[in-house]
């Protein structure tokens, strides 16, 4: 997703599977010289978002995960499964 400059922009990773919970999230900025802000990073509605502010003078594109667990069975409880994301 392209983040704009100068404002915050909400950008969430996909849904985890049915019956798994996120636990985190990653990201990465596909700009090397991108200048931008981590304002939050939480769990919400069973997928990770973060808010970013752009601080450099140009759009930047990001791309976020979430990292899921649970809905595995058997006794470890499931493991990571990671989801690219393209929703905001």
Request: hydrophobic share 30%; proline share 10%.
């Amino acid at each position: 997703m392209a983040v704009p400059p100068g404002k915050p922009v909400r950008v969430t990773g996909a849904a985890c599977p049915a019956g798994s919970v996120p636990i985190g999230g990653g990201y990465v900025w596909h700009d090397p010289h991108a200048h931008a802000s981590v304002i939050e990073s939480r769990a919400v509605a069973g997928k990770w978002r973060y808010m970013f502010k752009n601080n450099s003078g140009k759009p930047s594109k990001v791309s976020v995960i979430s990292q899921c667990v649970g809905g595995g069975g058997g006794g470890g409880g499931g493991g990571k499964n990671p989801h690219p994301a393209g929703e905001s």
